[in-house]
């Protein structure tokens, strides 16, 4: 399965050649949220409909800069991964949207308590060929959730899930200036940093492979 993964877009709907390329030759495409800038269901719509004109398999989470009606409209398009479970070609893929609490007090922000509640709903992936999650904010005390101050700003929660489940790809965006590639245990965590710019291409086959652009 080839995969693009994108993140951080903020609205913008600009693609590269190249970009547009591999949009169309992909199996799948994941968002890892921040699809609008503090946007709702309009930009939602035409950000996603940009993308859809060139791949309509997407799965998406919002970010912490979508407001709700952005995951209402990956919910009409049955893109939605908050908290929900999709299997495709024996691969199991979830997400967690918005991010862990700011000092921003940006439109989608969740306790530590509450992003735990969301990842003890999935089940035990066991049966998969792969999992996959697709999470806007990275997790706490790796690579890419430094900011460029140097503070560690990611979700406890979410690492402590990657931690005890070890799923094998985690698909993360949120701090921008974190962009590249990390492990926790056998999982592989990518942040492809902000599209159209940078994104990630992803092979999953026996094992999981990776490009940065």
């Known amino acids: 399965m ?6 951080d877009i903020h609205g913008r709907t600009g693609h590269s050649t190249e970009a547009r390329d591999h949009l169309q030759h992909a199996d799948l495409v994941l968002v890892a949220g921040d699809i609008t800038n503090f946007g709702g269901w309009d930009d939602a719509k035409r950000v996603l409909g940009n993308i859809a004109a060139l791949n309509k398999n ?3 989470v919002s970010g912490n800069c979508d407001r709700d009606e952005v995951r209402q409209a990956l919910c009409t398009g049955q893109m939605d991964l908050h908290g929900v479970v ?22 989608q922000e969740y306790s530590e308590k509450e992003i735990a509640a969301i990842l003890a709903r999935f089940p035990d992936p066991s049966g998969a060929r792969h999992t996959i999650l697709v999470s806007h904010a990275p997790p706490h005390k790796t690579k890419l959730d430094r900011m460029f101050l140097g503070l560690h700003v990611g979700s406890k929660a979410i690492r402590t899930f990657i931690e005890d489940v070890q799923p094998d790809l985690v698909v993360c965006g949120h701090i921008h200036e974190a962009r590249g590639d990390d492990r926790i245990g056998r999982t592989l965590i ?18 999981i492979g990776f490009t940065l652009y």
């Open 190 to 207: 990518l942040n492809p940093g902000q599209f159209p710019k940078h994104y990630a291409l992803i092979e999953v086959d026996e094992g």
């Open 86 to 107: 999709r299997i495709i070609d024996g691969a199991m893929f979830y997400g967690v949207g918005g991010c862990n609490t700011t000092h921003f007090h940006t439109p």
């Open 58 to 60: 997407i799965l998406a």
């Open 2 to 7: 080839k995969i693009m993964a994108l993140t």
